[in-house]
């Protein structure tokens, strides 16, 4: 070997190493890629995705399509320069400061824990739009989200328990739990009447001060939105966080409610967020969700009124937008775009 290819050689050793080192060494930035995609009226696990008990169901046709978005990066996982160099190439990815999607102290358990209880919340609020929308009978009533594992309802309090009552005074929301056990005293004793399954019973907790503010009595507990009716809506889906499948939930139940067959047998697919009274609202990760949805086959796509500057520049080819912003418009417009006859609103 020559006197000068030796430190050649050496340089493209170096070269390498720090190409191999640069592109495994962690980088804040979160990737976001096309996830997996279900149909809310098929099966996840060998189980139905929705079930329905209490009312007449009928049999459905096609396929309603909810999207999700994996995550590289954050929190709960490690992007490497690797990752983000894909990320900017692959126009189905996107890349995104961590510090813009999370707080620079919140941890992994800290964002799965939202994540589920978003998605908990989500099923519930799918639930009772669908019923409402249908005029079926469903009552809102407070339950317990989350319960913190060192707080003073640990033990006492379980994720599911309907709150009734705190010290007899009826409360349907988390605003007026909070306006109730605001009006103590840290170290007072508070007793919640709660339901838990078909039982009711009573709770006596110690609050203790507020991590934020020394003078403000907490019970330690995530309060959530839920529903009673005699209409049974169960929604099989695990490992599947967030809240953005909510619209789909709403769809896919109404469908099984209902003798119209809303997909009239195509492949749709969509997304969005749903409150109670049946609003739709914008999600994140548009632009996989569209990735996603044209992969699985997908002709028709549902999008939040919202998301649409975000979307057009990236709509895949043959994917057909449908603009929504509640219950009411998602329906009017599927049966547009289903049909084939008129014009469906859309994004533009």
Same mark, same amino acid.
């Given at each position: 070997?020559?006197?000068?290819?030796?430190?050649?050689?050496?340089?493209?050793?170096?070269?390498?190493?720090? =190409?191999?080192?640069?592109?495994?060494?962690?980088?804040?930035?979160?990737?976001?890629?096309?996830?997996?995609?279900?149909?809310?009226?098929?099966?996840?696990?060998?189980?139905?995705?929705?079930?329905?008990?209490?009312?007449?169901?009928?049999?459905?046709?096609?396929? =309603?399509?909810?999207?999700?978005?994996?995550?590289?990066?954050?929190?709960?996982?490690?992007?490497?320069?690797?990752?983000?160099?894909?990320?900017?190439?692959?126009?189905?990815?996107?890349?995104?400061?961590?510090?813009?999607?999370?707080?620079?102290?919140?941890?992994?358990?800290?964002?799965?824990?939202?994540?589920?209880?978003?998605?908990?919340?989500?099923?519930?609020?799918?639930?009772?739009?669908?019923?409402?929308?249908?005029?079926?009978?469903?009552?809102?009533?407070?339950?317990?989200?989350?319960?913190?594992?060192?707080?003073?309802?640990?033990?006492?309090?379980?994720?599911?328990?309907?709150?009734?009552?705190?010290?007899?005074?009826?409360?349907?929301?988390?605003?007026?739990?909070?306006?109730?056990?605001?009006?103590?005293?840290?170290?007072?004793?508070?007793?919640?009447?709660?339901?838990?399954?078909?039982?009711?019973?009573?709770?006596?907790?110690?609050?203790?001060?507020?991590?934020?503010?020394?003078?403000?009595?907490?019970?330690?507990?995530?309060?959530?939105?839920?529903?009673?009716?005699?209409?049974?809506?169960?929604?099989?889906?695990?490992?599947?966080?967030?809240?953005?499948?909510?619209?789909?939930?709403?769809?896919?139940?109404?469908?099984?409610?209902?003798?119209?067959?809303?997909?009239?047998?195509?492949?749709?697919?969509?997304?969005?967020?749903?409150?109670?009274?049946?609003?739709?609202?914008?999600?994140?990760?548009?632009?996989?969700?569209?990735?996603?949805?044209?992969?699985?086959?997908?002709?028709?796509?549902?999008?939040?009124?919202?998301?649409?500057?975000?979307?057009?520049?990236?709509?895949?080819?043959?994917?057909?937008?449908?603009?929504?912003?509640?219950?009411?418009?998602?329906?009017?417009? =599927?049966?547009?775009?289903?049909?084939?006859?008129?014009?469906?609103?859309?994004?533009?």
């Amino acid at each position: 070997m020559s006197k000068r290819s030796t430190p050649q050689l050496l340089a493209a050793v170096l070269i390498a190493v720090g =190409l191999l080192v640069g592109v495994s060494v962690p980088v804040s930035y979160v990737v976001l890629r096309p996830g997996p995609v279900f149909d809310v009226l098929g099966t996840t696990d060998g189980k139905q995705l929705i079930t329905v008990s209490g009312a007449t169901t009928f049999p459905t046709t096609g396929q =309603l399509d909810l999207l999700t978005v994996n995550e590289v990066g954050g929190p709960r996982s490690r992007a490497t320069l690797s990752d983000v160099l894909r990320g900017w190439i692959d126009p189905g990815q996107s890349v995104v400061p961590t510090k813009l999607l999370y707080p620079p102290d919140e941890t992994a358990d800290q964002v799965q824990q939202q994540s589920t209880q978003d998605m908990s919340d989500s099923k519930d609020a799918a639930a009772v739009a669908a019923l409402r929308h249908l005029g079926l009978p469903v009552t809102i009533v407070l339950k317990v989200g989350a319960v913190a594992t060192d707080g003073p309802s640990s033990g006492k309090l379980k994720p599911g328990d309907v709150i009734r009552t705190v010290d007899g005074v009826a409360v349907a929301s988390g605003d007026a739990l909070r306006a109730e056990i605001g009006k103590r005293k840290p170290d007072d004793k508070v007793v919640l009447g709660i339901t838990r399954g078909t039982k009711d019973s009573v709770v006596a907790i110690t609050t203790t001060a507020g991590k934020d503010d020394p003078k403000r009595p907490v019970i330690g507990i995530t309060p959530a939105q839920g529903y009673t009716s005699p209409v049974t809506v169960t929604i099989q889906l695990d490992d599947v966080g967030g809240p953005s499948a909510g619209l789909m939930f709403t769809l896919g139940i109404i469908d099984k409610l209902t003798l119209v067959q809303e997909t009239g047998g195509l492949h749709i697919a969509g997304t969005g967020t749903m409150n109670p009274s049946g609003e739709v609202g914008p999600i994140g990760g548009i632009r996989q969700k569209m990735a996603a949805a044209k992969a699985d086959g997908a002709t028709i796509f549902l999008i939040p009124a919202d998301n649409c500057a975000e979307a057009l520049p990236a709509v895949p080819a043959g994917l057909r937008l449908v603009k929504v912003s509640s219950v009411g418009t998602a329906l009017a417009g =599927l049966a547009i775009a289903v049909s084939g006859q008129g014009s469906a609103p859309t994004c533009s």
